[in-house]
């Protein structure tokens, strides 16, 4: 029995380990509207790193503050739907159980309406050893990764001032000296994202060629129906007609603060070797990039 038809702990799987800011959320919030795709409630489950990389990731604590913040909201019971209701809690439960391991992952995935592929979008998944990912596929009936990348400078001050907005610490950005600027983004929770060339030979170390995808956040803007035509197609799916609003929205976006003149010399050096590593790889980087 070949390994595309036999049965399997996790069917069939659809992870995306996009780098940060590169377009993942645009895409789970598009695809989620495709009827063979199932999303959990949660878009980013980081199992996979919990179990290969770093077992606190879903500690019992880290579930309960995001249950508490995204999904344990008070409703109004004259106006909420039952049904929506009981399938959250019911999720959450899930969500809440131990132990962490393969069975509580399956488990999240409920298919309700039949269907194909159950799908999984964590940026952390990038930072996986090439060892993980042959053990990940050897669970699934059918496997299939896409990497999504986008210009390197413009996805760091991206990943810089979303993070910082996130934590409340927009304000420093407008008094950071280019050196405490670069201190704090060569973090390694900021830089490790930036390193396209080694999340891409962990992939291909790891999984055949056709399991694996490589996406540029820039193509998927400038024909975003072409992009979400060619993951259906690497899926082996049904084309879907996606409304335009919903193609159009923006989501996930970081502060409209300009990039500083200064910014781009902080990463050019790294920026070019990341270049050569991508190319060295056999990809073919959009000009936008200017690299």
């Not at 179990?51 to 990731?57: G, K, L, M």
């Not at 090439?130 to 001050?157: G, H, M, N």
């Not at 409209?256 to 790889?281: G, N, Q, S, T």
Request: aromatic share 12%; with cysteine; proline share 7%.
């Amino acid at each position: 029995m070949g390994a595309t038809d036999r049965p399997s702990l996790f069917g069939d799987l659809f992870l995306s380990a996009g780098a940060m800011k590169a377009g993942t959320t645009w895409l789970f919030s598009v695809l989620e509207q495709h009827p063979d795709l199932h999303f959990s409630p949660e878009k980013e489950l980081h199992y996979f790193y919990h179990r290969y990389v770093d077992s606190r990731q879903l500690s019992d604590r880290n579930r309960l503050r995001l249950a508490k913040d995204r999904y344990l909201d008070r409703f109004d019971p004259e106006r909420a739907n039952p049904d929506r209701v009981r399938l959250n809690l019911h999720w959450v439960a899930a969500y809440l159980s131990r132990p962490v391991d393969d069975l509580w992952y399956r488990n999240l995935f409920t298919r309700p309406r039949g269907e194909r592929y159950a799908c999984d979008f964590s940026n952390l998944y990038a930072h996986l050893p090439a060892e993980a990912w042959p053990r990940i596929r050897a669970d699934c009936s059918r496997l299939r990764v896409i990497y999504t990348l986008r210009d390197p400078v413009k996805r760091l001050w991206s990943h810089v001032k979303f993070h910082l907005q996130v934590t409340g610490q927009l304000d420093r950005l407008a008094t950071w000296s280019p050196a405490q600027v670069d201190r704090f983004l060569r973090q390694d929770f900021i830089w490790s994202n930036a390193e396209y060339g080694a999340a891409l030979r962990r992939m291909r170390a790891g999984l055949p060629e056709e399991c694996f995808l490589p996406l540029f956040y820039e193509e998927m803007r400038a024909d975003p129906r072409a992009s979400l035509r060619r993951i259906e197609t690497f899926l082996g799916l049904s084309h879907v007609d996606y409304p335009e609003a919903l193609i159009a929205r923006q989501v996930n976006a970081s502060a409209a603060l300009p990039m500083p003149d200064f910014f781009p010399d902080l990463v050019a050096r790294d920026v070019a070797r990341i270049a050569e590593e991508l190319r060295a790889e056999g990809l073919v980087l959009p000009e936008s990039w200017g690299l």
